[in-house]
């Protein structure tokens, strides 16, 4: 019994040492890069596209990137005598009602109508909309002008395409879209055809909207009608006759809705056609708008709430082989697996205390990236972990380049 024992101890006192051994010998050691010098390689293909917008369609880059927040303010313009549009309690609310119902709208995208039969796929919109409040009054605001409260969109009095209200009352226009809701002319002004109907027109980074208010209409009639102006300052066209940049926009009659037969037996339901439905975005359309987020400096991103500046602390983790030809902003630490690869042929925004971590056998090319802060701040670098003989690897460039890196102190 007692030799019995004592095998058993022997064994379990073997298993340890080599269980130590083995921890010992998979220890990993890192390197800190901070800068290209001893990376860079003149054997990457030079010509890398980031400009094509089916790349920045949520659909691909969706689970890489969180929603964009898209800054918005209100302007309820009236008559002097306070008798053409809602009062503060009904304005407030008329908003309250129509940004929730835009944004589930945005956030329900719908199969494409046309064409008949076709395969174009869903994805999610990833942009919704936030009322700006930091500019006082709740960003919603109330004008009492009889020169520039109305709205004409044809007749002598036509002013569709005005620009002097915009200029008067718009609050922070080159980071918040201004929304103008306008009382149509008083019928004593219009034209014998003149049509009172909810409508609107983007101009620059502010649209007006008019109607809502004489057709005594429920604030959800009108969400797509905001989302399609929107629409238009975000970079999309008209798609039904014009060339908007897309294949998957097809041209077609613009019936406002279907009939039994003939051209309009199909209506569309694009959001950026004149349609009773414009609950459809096409992969192309949110690849054109994501594309313009993604733009550094350009008039979409700086209407944005830069929510990629605070780390998110779940990583990204890269399996396979993954490659990046889009414009990217990350907030969370990118690690890259054994056997796995991330090339990045972009420009990469990695968020303050973010990392790149390549795992041993795994590699990280850099071809023609930028990698940097878009905020101001500094992340902390790519870090090569070897075990053994087996490295992480990173290969970069000669165009690609390297910022605002926080450099390790050493002690």
Same mark, same amino acid.
């Given at each position: 019994?007692?030799?019995?024992?004592?095998?058993?101890?022997?064994?379990?006192?073997?298993?340890?040492?080599?269980?130590?051994?083995?921890?010992?010998?998979?220890?990993?050691?890192?390197?800190?890069?901070?800068?290209?010098?001893?990376?860079?390689?003149?054997?990457?293909?030079?010509?890398?596209?980031?400009?094509?917008?089916?790349?920045?369609?949520?659909?691909?880059?969706?689970?890489?990137?969180?929603?964009?927040?898209?800054?918005?303010?209100?302007?309820?313009?009236?008559?002097?005598?306070?008798?053409?549009?809602?009062?503060?309690?009904?304005?407030?609310?008329?908003?309250?009602?129509?940004?929730?119902?835009?944004?589930?709208?945005?956030?329900?995208?719908?199969?494409?109508?046309?064409?008949?039969?076709?395969?174009?796929?869903?994805?999610?919109?990833?942009?919704?909309?936030?009322?700006?409040?930091?500019?006082?009054?709740?960003?919603?605001?109330?004008?009492?002008?009889?020169?520039?409260?109305?709205?004409?969109?044809?007749?002598?009095?036509?002013?569709?395409?005005?620009?002097?209200?915009?200029?008067?009352?718009?609050?922070?226009?080159?980071?918040?879209?201004?929304?103008?809701?306008?009382?149509?002319?008083?019928?004593?002004?219009?034209?014998?055809?003149?049509?009172?109907?909810?409508?609107?027109?983007?101009?620059?980074?502010?649209?007006?909207?008019?109607?809502?208010?004489?057709?005594?209409?429920?604030?959800?009639?009108?969400?797509?009608?905001?989302?399609?102006?929107?629409?238009?300052?975000?970079?999309?066209?008209?798609?039904?006759?014009?060339?908007?940049?897309?294949?998957?926009?097809?041209?077609?009659?613009?019936?406002?809705?279907?009939?039994?037969?003939?051209?309009?037996? #199909? /209506?569309?339901?694009?959001? $950026?056609?004149? =349609?009773? +439905?414009?609950?459809?975005?096409?992969?192309? !359309? @949110?690849?054109?708008?994501?594309?313009?987020?993604?733009?550094?400096?350009?008039?979409?991103?700086?209407?944005?709430?830069?929510?990629?500046?605070?780390?998110?602390?779940?990583?990204?983790?890269?399996?396979?082989?993954?490659?990046?030809?889009?414009?990217?902003?990350?907030?969370?630490?990118?690690?890259?697996?054994?056997?796995?690869?991330?090339? #990045? /042929?972009?420009?990469?925004? $990695?968020?303050? =205390?973010? +990392?790149?971590?390549?795992?041993?056998?795994? !590699? @990280?090319?850099?071809?023609?990236?930028?990698?940097?802060?878009?905020?101001?701040?500094?992340?902390?670098?790519?870090?090569?972990?070897?075990?053994?003989?087996?490295?992480?690897?990173?290969?970069?460039?000669?165009?690609?380049?390297?910022?605002?890196?926080?450099?390790?102190?050493?002690?």
């Amino acid at each position: 019994m007692k030799s019995y024992r004592l095998k058993f101890l022997l064994i379990i006192f073997t298993l340890v040492i080599v269980s130590l051994n083995f921890n010992c010998s998979s220890s990993k050691q890192s390197v800190v890069v901070t800068q290209l010098d001893d990376f860079y390689s003149d054997e990457l293909d030079a010509e890398n596209s980031c400009s094509d917008p089916l790349l920045y369609s949520p659909c691909l880059i969706g689970k890489y990137s969180d929603a964009k927040l898209i800054r918005i303010n209100f302007h309820f313009m009236n008559s002097e005598d306070k008798s053409n549009n809602y009062a503060p309690k009904e304005g407030t609310e008329v908003v309250r009602q129509l940004v929730k119902n835009a944004n589930l709208r945005l956030s329900s995208n719908e199969k494409m109508n046309l064409p008949i039969g076709n395969d174009t796929p869903v994805c999610p919109p990833s942009y919704q909309y936030v009322l700006q409040q930091d500019h006082g009054e709740n960003g919603i605001f109330y004008h009492y002008n009889d020169e520039l409260c109305f709205f004409a969109n044809k007749g002598k009095h036509r002013n569709n395409y005005d620009y002097e209200v915009i200029k008067k009352y718009s609050v922070g226009l080159d980071s918040v879209v201004n929304i103008f809701m306008m009382p149509h002319i008083p019928q004593k002004m219009r034209d014998k055809n003149y049509s009172v109907t909810s409508t609107g027109v983007a101009l620059g980074t502010a649209l007006k909207m008019a109607g809502l208010y004489e057709t005594n209409k429920k604030p959800w009639e009108v969400a797509t009608l905001l989302n399609h102006e929107i629409g238009h300052i975000l970079g999309l066209r008209h798609s039904w006759n014009t060339d908007d940049y897309c294949t998957d926009t097809p041209r077609h009659s613009n019936c406002w809705s279907s009939r039994v037969k003939g051209k309009c037996a #199909v /209506a569309s339901n694009n959001a $950026m056609d004149y =349609n009773n +439905s414009q609950m459809a975005w096409t992969p192309c !359309q @949110l690849g054109v708008i994501h594309k313009s987020f993604n733009q550094l400096e350009s008039k979409q991103r700086n209407l944005l709430i830069p929510n990629w500046c605070d780390k998110n602390n779940t990583p990204i983790i890269i399996e396979g082989h993954v490659v990046w030809n889009q414009a990217l902003d990350i907030n969370q630490d990118i690690i890259i697996l054994t056997g796995a690869s991330l090339t #990045v /042929a972009c420009r990469l925004h $990695m968020a303050a =205390n973010t +990392s790149i971590t390549v795992e041993p056998d795994g !590699q @990280l090319i850099l071809n023609n990236a930028q990698v940097h802060n878009d905020c101001g701040q500094q992340w902390n670098g790519i870090q090569l972990l070897s075990k053994g003989k087996k490295k992480g690897v990173l290969v970069a460039s000669v165009e690609s380049i390297l910022s605002d890196i926080q450099v390790p102190i050493i002690e």
